[in-house]
């Protein structure tokens, strides 16, 4: 038995546009519900939901056998939480809040075995079959996606520094901190914070290095695509529930004499 193929990897890899979806419920039984949609890759949240281990692993279970990458971020850039991560068998990782070449390098290492990391090494887990996977030292570090957020407008400013470090897959644009950190606090899709992104990825684009972000709207999701993003989440599971709920009732309440 080998390391599966990454196929987000594969794909943002050959500049193919890879659509999203984020998941931050935490179930497992929500997530099956959403994984046969066939969106090319989830973001399963730990920052900003209640997740953790043990109902991430669900959630995993429940991605399986679809043709969909499931991407975690962690709630932090932390050793030891990546190391149990990837342990857990994670195809992918999204660091949040990195802040500098030093914080992008150690993201990095938590993912790589000595000498060339830190991350730390078992034998029998979820991530190699429970140790059927034959190959898994070898070949893990060339199927584990590497994706680093930046948040702050020092980060978006200093973005091509990342493009430089040996091991970041690619790099995603967190609208709403980004904004924050402009003054323009809750409204993500402000112009002013896309007229600061989109020179800096553009950027990115042209070094080859692939850039992602998280939007609310399809239309604008599909128009980053379409000028070069490489990976865009469209929506979120917590939103389409909510947004289902208050359409449906609004329907019924709309027609009540």
């Known amino acids: 038995m080998n390391v599966k193929e990454n196929a987000f990897l594969k794909a943002i890899r050959a500049g193919k546009q890879q659509v999203g979806l984020w998941v931050s419920l935490s179930s497992a039984y929500a997530a099956e519900a959403v994984a046969?949609?066939?969106?090319?890759?989830?973001?399963?949240?730990?920052?900003?939901?209640p997740n953790e281990l043990h109902s991430l692993l669900g959630q995993l279970q429940a991605f399986e056998a679809t043709t969909t990458t499931p991407i975690v971020r962690p709630d932090w850039n932390d050793t030891v939480k990546v190391k149990r991560?990837?342990?857990?068998?994670?195809?992918?990782?999204?660091?949040?809040?990195v802040e500098s070449v030093e914080e992008a390098v150690s993201a990095v290492a938590a993912c790589r075995y000595p000498p060339r990391g830190n991350r730390g090494v078992a034998g029998t887990t979820r991530a190699n079959r429970f140790g059927r996977v034959t190959d898994y030292f070898e070949?893990?570090?060339?199927?584990?996606?590497?994706?680093v957020q930046v948040e702050t407008v020092q980060a978006v400013e200093n973005v091509l520094a990342y493009a430089d470090i040996e091991g970041i897959d690619g790099i995603f644009f967190g609208?709403?901190?980004?904004?924050?950190?402009?003054?323009?606090?809750?409204?993500?899709?402000?112009?002013e914070i896309w007229k600061f992104i989109r020179p800096a990825a553009r950027k990115l684009m042209e070094?080859?290095?692939?850039?992602?972000?998280?939007?609310?709207?399809?239309?604008?999701?599909?128009?980053?695509?379409?000028?070069?993003?490489?990976?865009?989440?469209?929506?979120?599971?917590?939103?389409?529930?909510?947004?289902?709920?208050?359409?449906?009732?609004a329907s019924v309440k709309n027609k009540l004499i």
């Open 85 to 97: 991560l990837l342990d857990l068998g994670v195809p992918g990782l999204l660091f949040p809040m």
């Open 36 to 49: 046969p949609a066939g969106y090319d890759w989830a973001l399963l949240d730990m920052e900003h939901s």
């Open 207 to 249: 070094r080859g290095m692939p850039v992602g972000t998280l939007v609310s709207d399809p239309a604008f999701a599909a128009d980053l695509l379409n000028d070069g993003f490489s990976f865009v989440a469209c929506g979120s599971d917590a939103g389409l529930l909510a947004k289902g709920a208050d359409t449906l009732l």
């Open 139 to 147: 070949e893990v570090e060339n199927q584990t996606a590497i994706l």
């Open 175 to 191: 609208p709403a901190d980004i904004g924050a950190d402009m003054g323009i606090l809750g409204k993500p899709m402000d112009p």
